[in-house]
T-cell receptor, first 112, second 112 residues
Framework: NAGVTQTPKFRVLKTGQSMTLLCAQDMNHEYMYWYRQDPGMGLRLIHY???????AKGEVPDGYNVSRLKKQNFLLGLESAAPSQTSVYFCASRGTGFGTQYFGPGTRLLVL | QKEVEQDPGPLSVPEGAIVSLNCTYS??????FMWYRQYSRKGPELLMYTYSSGNKEDGRFTAQVDKSSKYISLFIRDSQPSDSATYLCAMSAMTGGFKTIFGAGTRLFVKA
């Protein structure tokens, strides 16, 4: 039981490049989330999904897109990376009702 | 004004000290109050949560919620060097799909 996994762990991009971050969970959770964490800002919600095939915008969605084609996977895409997107990205999942959010180990992204 | 305010610290204490970590919030709809612990270069993990007002104790950790003051606290007794981490408060309301708002996190150092 791996919990929540994220790929890749670390990536360096040049401004304007694109990439996709993959999140996978094996707990059969309905809800999945993408956050970014910056010094002094805490965790800020980018996008989230309440079930397979659904997505919704969070607090800071601009410059990102997401897809949830399969229940266990939640993809975060950057179409044209900017230095302001340098951050640590965390994926999380939880079941229905109130419950613990389980976080992945994070992806460190540096945009030059 | 942020919905959740948390002093980022850092807070440095000697081993064995009692640690008090606090958050204030502005949204009276919050009903679930959580504390996450995040070790360096790891994802956050839930430490404990409280529903509505009151206290909850788990070993050396005690969480308190004062809804009238919109103030929550986490106390750590007999602090250990292994408690050195960032502690994030988080809050959810039953409306909006239990969307969780996180504080910025307080960095804690416990010196041996």
């Amino acid at each position: 039981n791996a919990g929540v996994t994220q790929t890749p762990k670390f990536r360096v991009l040049k401004t304007g490049q694109s990439m996709t971050l993959l999140c996978a969970q094996d707990m059969n959770h309905e809800y999945m989330y993408w956050y970014r964490q910056d010094p002094g800002m805490g965790l800020r919600l980018i996008h989230y999904s309440v079930g397979e095939g659904t997505t919704a915008k969070g607090e800071v969605p601009d410059g990102y897109n997401v897809s949830r084609l399969k229940k266990q996977n939640f993809l975060l895409g950057l179409e044209s990376a900017a230095p302001s997107q340098t951050s640590v990205y965390f994926c999380a999942s939880r079941g229905t009702g109130f419950g613990t959010q389980y976080f992945g180990p994070g992806t460190r992204l540096l945009v030059l | 004004q942020k919905e959740v305010e948390q002093d980022p610290g850092p807070l440095s204490v000697p081993e064995g000290a009692i640690v008090s970590l606090n958050c204030t919030y502005s949204n009276s709809a919050f009903q679930y109050f959580m504390w996450y612990r995040q070790y360096s270069r790891k994802g956050p993990e839930l430490l404990m949560y409280t529903y509505s007002s009151g206290n909850k104790e788990d070993g050396r950790f005690t969480a308190q919620v004062d809804k009238s003051s919109k103030y929550i606290s986490l106390f750590i007794r007999d602090s250990q060097p292994s408690d050195s981490a960032t502690y994030l408060c988080a809050m959810s309301a039953m409306t909006g799909g239990f969307k969780t708002i996180f504080g910025a996190g307080t960095r804690l150092f416990v010196k041996a």
